[in-house]
C-alpha cells in the first residue's frame, strides 16, 4: 500500500513550531506582523486572504489587512508598498495575486523589500535561492520540501522531476530540490517524450494546473509523488474520470457539486510508494509557510538568528 504523506498533520506541526517561536520572540518584546493586501472582490482570493489572517491570529502573529478597490491605480499601489517596506510593525508583505489587469504586477512585486518579501517571489530572493544562498523561498515550494524531509523520504541524490515551471512552483521547487542535492529535471509544455522523463523520476512533483494529467504509465512503480495542483471538478463526466467507485469522494460531490482533484491523476497514486493526497497533501503547507516566513523575515530584519524551517 502505498503510503499517505498528511499534509495537513506536518502544516499543524510547523504552526505549533511557529507558535512557540512566536511566544520566543514576544518575551524579547518583538511582535512579527503581516500586511495582507487583497485588491477588489475576487471570491477566491478573499477565501485565501481571510485563511491567511486567521492563521496570524492562531498564531500570534499581527495582521494588518489592506483592501484598495478594484479600480486602484499601479502608482497608488507603489505608494501602498513603499509605505509597508517603512513600517516597522510590518515584517512582511503578502499582495495577494491575481491584480486587476491595470496594476503592473511585476513593478508592484519587484517594488515590495525583498527582507519583507515572505512569498519569495522578489527577484532578489530567486536569485539568492538559485545561488544556494538564504533566502525568503516561496511557500509552496517550501512546503513540498518540508513534507519529504518531515517523511524521512530521502532527497539527496534522488532523481527528481519536475513538472511545470513557473516562477511561483516549478523553478522554485526544483532549485530547492536541487539544493539538497537531488538530479533534477524540470519539464514543461514544449519537453518532448514527458512519459519517458517522469518514468524515470524518484520523486515526482506535478505542477501543471491540468486535472489528472500524470497517468500510471507516467509514474515508476514506488516512486514519490507530489501533487502541486488543484483543479475543481463539477460535472459528472469529469468526477467519473477520476473518481468513479469512490464513495467517500462520491458523498462529498453530491453534497457540494463539485470536488477538488490534483494534477496527478488518482489512479498513479496506486502505483507510488509515497504520495500527497489532494485535499490534504502540498495545500495545507502553503499557509503554514507563509506564517514560518513571515516569522523568520521578523529575525532576519533584526539580525536575531534563525530557528528551524
Ligand atoms: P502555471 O503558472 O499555469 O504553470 C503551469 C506549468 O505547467 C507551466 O510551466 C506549463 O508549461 C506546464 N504545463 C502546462 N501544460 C503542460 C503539458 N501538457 N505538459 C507539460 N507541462 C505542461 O501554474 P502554477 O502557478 O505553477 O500552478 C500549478 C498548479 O499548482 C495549479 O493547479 C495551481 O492551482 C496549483 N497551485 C497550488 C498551490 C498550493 O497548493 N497551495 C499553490 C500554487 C499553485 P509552459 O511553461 O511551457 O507553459
Not at 497608488?76 to 499582495?95: F, K, Y
Not at 517550501?142 to 539527496?156: D, T
Not at 457539486?257 to 490534483?262: D, E, L
Request: with cysteine.
Amino acid at each position: 500500500m502505498p503510503r499517505v504523506l498528511d499534509g495537513a498533520a506536518i502544516a499543524a506541526a510547523i504552526k505549533l513550531e511557529v507558535a512557540t517561536d512566536v511566544k520566543r520572540l514576544a518575551a524579547e518584546g518583538i511582535r512579527p506582523g503581516l500586511a495582507a493586501v487583497l485588491v477588489g472582490h475576487v471570491p477566491a482570493s478573499e477565501i485565501y486572504v481571510r485563511s491567511k489572517v486567521q492563521a496570524c491570529a492562531d498564531l500570534g502573529i499581527f495582521s494588518d489587512l489592506i483592501t484598495p478597490p478594484e479600480t486602484v491605480t499601479t502608482e497608488d499601489m507603489l505608494d501602498l508598498v513603499a509605505g509597508l517596506n517603512d513600517r516597522d510593525d510590518i515584517d512582511g508583505i503578502l499582495i495577494q495575486l491575481p491584480l486587476p489587469a491595470q496594476v503592473d504586477t511585476k513593478a508592484l512585486l519587484d517594488a515590495v523589500s525583498p527582507l519583507k518579501d515572505v512569498d519569495g517571489f522578489h527577484p532578489v530572493n530567486a536569485g539568492r535561492l538559485q545561488a544556494g544562498r538564504p533566502a525568503l523561498a516561496p511557500c509552496t515550494p517550501a512546503g513540498v520540501i518540508q513534507i519529504l524531509e518531515r517523511s524521512g523520504i530521502p532527497i539527496a541524490g534522488q532523481y527528481a522531476v519536475v513538472v511545470g515551471r513557473s516562477d511561483i512552483v516549478g523553478k522554485p521547487v526544483a532549485m530547492l530540490l536541487l539544493n539538497q542535492n537531488a538530479t533534477v529535471t524540470i519539464c514543461h509544455s514544449k519537453t518532448r517524450d514527458l512519459a519517458a522523463i517522469t518514468r524515470q523520476a524518484d520523486i515526482l512533483v506535478a505542477a501543471i494546473g491540468r486535472p489528472g494529467f500524470i497517468m500510471p504509465e507516467m509514474v515508476k512503480p514506488g516512486a514519490t509523488l507530489i501533487d502541486v495542483g488543484i483543479n475543481r471538478v463539477t460535472t459528472r463526466g469529469e468526477f467519473d474520470r477520476y473518481f468513479a467507485g469512490n464513495a467517500k469522494r462520491e458523498a462529498a460531490f453530491a453534497k457540494r457539486g463539485s470536488t477538488i482533484v490534483g494534477d496527478i491523476h488518482p489512479k498513479a497514486f496506486e502505483l507510488a510508494g509515497a504520495y500527497t493526497p489532494v485535499p490534504g497533501g502540498v495545500g495545507p503547507l502553503t499557509i503554514a509557510m507563509l506564517m514560518a516566513n513571515t516569522v523568520r523575515a521578523a529575525r532576519m530584519r533584526r539580525n536575531l538568528p534563525r530557528r528551524g524551517h
